[in-house]
């Protein structure tokens, strides 16, 4: 075939298939906990126990804290840059416009209800301050100002994009915080599942078809767990990753297990597109090869923190944002921002392999067969 052929080829491609990415979605929903906070706890100031709404949080790229619980934008506001939507507005926020999408994702949310966390005596460690199934109601009460009618509604969200978590962090970290028995914490799993599969059902009873579920973390390789949960035999560690393995595990039966429920609400619901997104493998990738990713090559260790006060630069009573806490020189060399969450940059690598691959199924802008 002649190059005249591939000439035209290509202007027929550039004509008929403008980039995939532009006004695919009409909106962008997103739910979850201080992962994907956008600043839900600050809608009426900044709390004073609030030290991840204080500075150094947002010095990256807002130049000021806006409630995100990293030094710039988290996965969901790269994710809506990327579509060409505003990153959407925390879902508290007084004079916002939600016709684009909101953010429901409010700092220690957890996947279940307090009301589980009290009945196994854990009503201490819980932190609650919007399940997802609370989420889904102020998405309900928030309908008037981002629709007019339920049939606007409906269509509305039938071209939106709804991220629902990452949930179950949270509960998990409520269980472990109490010294729980990991046994005991592992047979919380199917109800920490089973609720955010009802959410997603929810969202799809409202005319959602677009849905990505993002998966928990590796607590094991967070500064925050290496430094409380210290493990006393040496095998007890990851020999590569130095991570601690018993708590990887925990995340990875969870995530195998949410894989599994979203399986069978793709085949209980045809015509619905339920992406997973993966957080596990990024974080272990910039783990295990950090230079690849920017990141220097290191034993996990948080960017902002007290140095000198708690190995992994983390200390529970100088943590970041607190006297004492500031960030190191360069917060893009670093995954972990404040020894729980991440860094812009891991969040920018994270949102990438989600919207392109390879750290969702399917990636959110695979084009289907
Ligand atoms: C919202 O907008 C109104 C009028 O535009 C203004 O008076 C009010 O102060 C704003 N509220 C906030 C919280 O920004
Ligand atoms: C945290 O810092 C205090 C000093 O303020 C120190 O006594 C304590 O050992 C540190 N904790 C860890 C886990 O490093």
Known sequence: MGRQFFICLALIVAVLCPPAAAQKYAALFSFGDSLSDAGNLCADGIPSYLATARPPYGMTYFGHPTGRVSNGRVAVDFIAQELGLPMPPPSKAHNASFRRGANFAITGATSVDPSFFEAHGLGGTVWNSGSLH????????????????????????????????EFGGNDYASSLAAFRPLEEVHTFVPHIVNSIGKGIEKLIAEGAVELVVPGVLPNGCFPLYLAIFRRQQPEMYGPRTGCIKDLNTLSWVHNAMLRRKIAELRKKHSGVRIMYADYYTPVLQFVLHAEKWGFLRQTPRACCGAPGVGEHNFNLTHKCGDPGGHACDDPSNHWSWDGVHLTEAAHGHIAKGWLYGPFADPPILQTRP
Request: hydrophobic share 35%; charged share 30%; aromatic share 12%.
């Open 134 to 165: 609370t989420q889904l109601r102020w998405f309900d009460e928030l309908k008037p100002s981002i629709c007019s009618s339920p049939k606007d509604c409906r269509d509305l969200f039938r071209r939106s994009l709804f991220i629902v978590g």
